[in-house]
């Protein structure tokens, strides 16, 4: 039998063995749906496997068995029933809620609450807290509402923290018959002004920052005697994208800088405003990251800090040259390993500025741990063209670590052919020279001119 306090919610799961090897889709229902019910929408068993099913119970009297049956059936398998059995329980543990805000910004939030019975209920609502006077107000100026079966009201209260300190509220939801009463415990956050300043922390991949920085706290006023590094306590809270990488390399605590000069630790242990951060930043592959640096006080108060995590490209690991005549492939291999004792994926390509000759195999895989052979990479170079030297830059990275390769493409060098002899005659044989000769000195001894006048035009002219 389950047992749940009013106005909350318990769950059970069964499970459904598939005797078949088919998959089979299950069609259900619940003979009381007010009181249980079945949380998927879709059941569907794989081939001879089991799949847990969860059911909700959810009580709408108080001390009273309540009852249902579940029913679950296919046409071919057939029916499986589950007899469900539960009691309402008075409410006992409060339910927690916190509202955040700015120093003097006031902000409303509401809370739902279901009347759990199947009757009207009338219930009176109030608000308690040891917080300075207008910190919390509820908004609806009826203290007595009347909520319809099974139905919901919506219960709005404003929060304004007039300090950096801790705040708490308790609202209450009370009905005389039967006499009950539900408690919500309010805890409220004071937050500091948003600062607009971006903070910093750069380095290269593969290098380490480790360094001491310093925050101002807006609106803390420390107590007597108080040491702010151990009542301040700090969290990075980081994109999901980034967060296996930035917890890998990125580490940041509130601590003193042992550097700093006396009157600047008197800051921190009394009454001033500002507060030392110890950073470790050691990043093995480049990313940028924007997050959020929350600084929260044991006392009551908070303040964040946008903080930007920049990890430059590192130099080049080496430079690979490779060498092709025109329209020949030839390639380079290397072996790599990964920088720890476990395996890990990763990616091989050219960025998007190298030449198109260049390819790599393989692109993806996984890389073999630190003191192995290491995983084989193949570049290759197939110039289609005459020109200047081509270039392309290699990059090899898993989740955590960044290899990059300059790689070099260049022609054979050009060396013009010597012959031994000449395979073609280039000069005259005496024959032909001394024919040659002769009628070069026929030419020369003709005077053309006389020989015109002495012709038979020169005869009739006498």
Known sequence: MMECELGRTSQTIVKIDNPTGQEVMLKHRSTNKINFRI?????ILPPLQSTSVTIEYNPSSLGILEESQIIFEHPVVGNWQYKMQGMGLQPD?????????????PISQTITF??????????IITLETKSEKNVFQLLNKKAKVQIGPLATTQIPFSFCPQSMTQHSAELCVSVVKPNLTW???????????????LHTFTVQARESLETYYTLTLD????????????????QLEVPQQYQAIVNICFDIQIAENPDADKKAKEKLQGSGKEVSLRVRFAPLRPFVALCNLVITRATGGRWRYDVKLEATEPEVDD?????????????????LCNHTNAYAEFDAFFDAESAYEFTVAPTSGVLEPAGTSGTTFIITYKPTEYGKPVQGKLIIQTQEVYWSYLVKGTHPKYSAPVADKAKVVTRLSKDVQQSVSQAAAMRKKKNFIRDNMQGPAGALRE
């Open 39 to 43: 949380l998927q929408q879709r059941i």
């Open 93 to 105: 543990e409060a339910k927690k809620v916190v509202v955040v805000a700015q120093v003097f910004r």
């Open 114 to 123: 279901k009347n759990p019975f199947l009757d009207t209920i009338h219930a």
């Open 183 to 197: 408690s919500y415990l309010i805890q409220g956050v004071a937050e500091a002004p948003t600062d607009s300043t």
């Open 219 to 234: 609106g803390l006023v420390a107590n007597l005697g108080e040491n702010l590094a151990e009542s301040l306590s700090c």
């Open 319 to 335: 430079t690979i040259s490779i060498q092709s005549p025109l329209n020949k492939p030839a390639s380079v291999a290397f072996r």
